[in-house]
């Protein structure tokens, strides 16, 4: 019975440990066919011969062209979609993708082992319920897909390419690349890593640098580094075939149907001798059997176990020294060889005796010679039966292999009429959507004429819109341009560090001509360490003031104001232009109506101040207040607020001046309130919180405290030493309105009393007790500002010019700015607009090209003169 091994070869029997022989002699093919095959004549062997042959030659094609992976380019992806994408673009520039091969996204998913639950802690995945954690899989899967297919879709759009995904669970990453490797016999594949060896040409990155060791010696690797080609693992092509799968599972095979050795000891000279040089041709199932027997020898020869073959025996005699059995005295009278051979006389007795003994050995050997065939006859039997029956098994094999496949190709034919079937239905149905989606088509056709036809009148509309942005953008930047040659034309050198605001450094011979040497005529105000002149310092009117100490503690002070004032602009804080170092000399913005102890006294012959402008001025002091508390990193403190320390601008608005002791406020970890400790008790009395000067703690509620004093101050006009009690007095006894200012004209009863309570509030002793300024005292301020006039003498809101009025809020602007779009809105609204994360104009629906805001300041005097007409 034929064999096939795992090169297809029929009539051979495999002998794995033995060395390839060279090509036998015709002589060891004749026995080798001899031994082997079969001597029938019919049809049927030879038939059957050939079936089996050509089984061999397919399994034999089927191993040779089993190349794993060699037909498919495989590419590592992982969950960064930019490094995967510079992988595949990569293989494509390199001109692996395409022709034969077929592109494999190859991708390893790594479950989380540590899993966010309901409480926001990452817990192990083994401690989450069953539930929990199948859905958690879910989710991961379904981001796994999503990954995929943003590859594969990037494949088809842009290298147009057809990818498929394989895809393995697996923890580590290296290890997963190298089991699909030797799961599918890939032998070309693509992945990237960080950096690698320029000198060894290996890659230096852990994952790239496993696979490089580990991975099968027939996959040929392209390293990818930063989107080119970095190293390359060439592919050793001698261990393909050896690692092959089908050839040890066709090698098990041929172990396993091995006829076992029944063969024994051939005589030299014998052509199937193992000494003899022929003994690589010969198969390891001998079929020649020697019988050596007292000089006797018998050859018996199998010639095929299905017919019985021939006997042939050779009887020779003993040489005269061989052992016969006789007794001494017949070994006396021996003859010898020559009288034996050349037939000479010999007596009659002795003739008798050898002729008996003769016969003797000869029917001993007869014996034996039919014992040993009758063996070989039964041995040659039992092979014929096994042969026949190993024959009729393959037979019915071949013949159930033929029924399989013929129901196989029945069970194909129906499917495949089935599958007719069903695309002519599908069929039907397409041509039915088709013509309902061309109904739909014409329908949206439609619309999208109509929608075209509006679109054009909103083109229209746009381009008036651009056409306006261009000319405000042309004007801002005109204005910008001008600013820019000012500053050159004017500034010698600015004074800014980062985060800061710019300041300008002036020379001390400007500051003397400015103020004419310092003239006592321009001074007009005075502290306990500076003096404030009225100067004339590059075409501008600017109020200079000038320290008068000197040492640490004027240095101190000087650079204290300098360092506050550099880091922050508010509509209601005194600006700070410039500064001199050398004397310390700070230059502010002119108020040209003094500070507002000035008008309280109405030095000068001042006209008094209306009720309802020092409401608006304890607004404008609230509102600098609550700018400063809330600054970060850190609050600051303004230490010495009074109304000398409120300057008042030509439109009488308040701003807070004078921040020579004011200082930024610390957090410990033993504290809850920000505070500055200082030995050194600085500030004016009667408006000095009492808790600081308990304690040398500066805070923020000392600010409060002062804040209440100046309340009480626009209230009555009157000094602040003793007017906290007096104000309580005439609260309890209700005659409030008594001592009240009447320079300021008829109080609402109901205003004055409020406005008294939140002072009293404010100047409570405990601290903890006092108001907080942006949640409670700015709404009370805010609600009596907006309460219009009781008589209809001044205009209403409405008839404000539009330029006034916000696009966004639709009111009246009180800090105006101008946007990258050109329009100008309220500061609080556009600012709020662009930190919700808005990037369009609110007016044009276009980008903004810059986020940048520009104070009108010309437009937010011109309201605010425009609102002092409105309450005279």
Known sequence: MAVVSARGSPNSFPSPRLPPSPQPRPDAERMFMRGGSSRSTGTSGSLRSASLRDIDEEAAVVVADDDGGGGKLYVAVGKDRKDGKSNVSAAQSLGLVGGDLKLVLLHVHQPADRIMNGLGCKVLASQLEEKELKAYRQIEQEEMDRLLNTYVNHCRSYLKVEAETLIIEKNNVANGIVELINQHRITKLVMGMSSFSTKRKVPKSKVAAIVHQQAKPYCQIFFICKGSLGCTRDANLGCTKADSPRSSSASTLSDETEIPTRSVSLPPGHPGYRGSPDESFLPRRSHSVSYPSSGLITNVERMSPIAPQSIHVKTTYCSPNSSLPSNEGSSSSSLKDSDSLDGSPVPASIISYEE????MVENGMHNEVFERLQQARTELERSRKEACEGRQKAERDLFEASMKSKARENSLHKEKKEVEEKLTKEKSILEKEKLQIYNELQKANEQRAQLENKLLQTNSLLEELQQLQGELQREKEDALREVEEMCKLYCNRNFASAGEVSLTEFSYSEIEEATNNFDGSREIGQGGCASVYRGFLRHTTVAIKKFNREGAVGEKEFNDEVEILCRMRHPNLATLIGLCRDPKVLVYEFMPNGSLEDRLQCKLHTEPLPWRMRVRIAADICTALIFLHSNKPKSIAHGDLKPDNVLLDANFVGKLGDFGISRSLDL?????????????????????????????????????????????????????????????????????????????????????????????????????????????????????????????????????????????????????????????????????????????????????????????????????????????
């Not at 008996?356 to 016969?359: F, I, L, N």
């Not at 006009?717 to 001592?739: N, R, T, Y």
């Not at 709020?832 to 810059?850: A, C, E, F, K, V």
Request: proline fraction near 7%.
């Open 668 to 872: 410990t970890n033993t504290t809850v309130t920000p505070y500055h400790r200082t030995d050194h008790i600085k500030g004016t009395l009667g408006y000095m919180d009492p808790g600081y000067i308990a304690s040398g703690e500066l805070t923020a509620q000392y600010d409060v405290y002062s804040f209440g004093v100046v309340l009480l101050r626009l209230l009555t006009g009157k000094s602040p030493l003793g007017l906290q009690s007096e104000v309580e007095a005439s609260m309890s006894s209700g005659v409030l309105h008594e001592i009240l200012d009447a320079s300021a004209g008829e109080w609402p009863l109901e205003h004055a009393e409020e406005l008294a309570r939140l002072a009293l509030k404010c100047c409570r002793l405990n601290r903890k007790d006092r108001p907080d300024l942006a949640k409670e005292a700015w709404g009370i301020l805010q609600a009596m500002m907006n309460e219009p006039p009781p008589s209809s003498a001044h205009p209403p809101k409405a008839e404000a010019p539009s330029y006034f009025i916000c696009p966004m809020t639709q009111e009246i602007m009180r800090d105006p700015h101008i946007a990258a779009d050109g329009f100008t809105y309220e500061g609080d609204a556009i600012k709020d607009w662009i930190q919700r994360g808005h990037t369009m104009s609110p007016m044009t629906y276009l980008n903004l090209s810059h986020h940048e805001l520009i104070p009108n300041n010309a437009l937010r005097f011109a309201i605010q003169e425009w609102q002092m007409g409105q309450q005279q």
């Open 356 to 359: 008996q003994q003769m016969s």
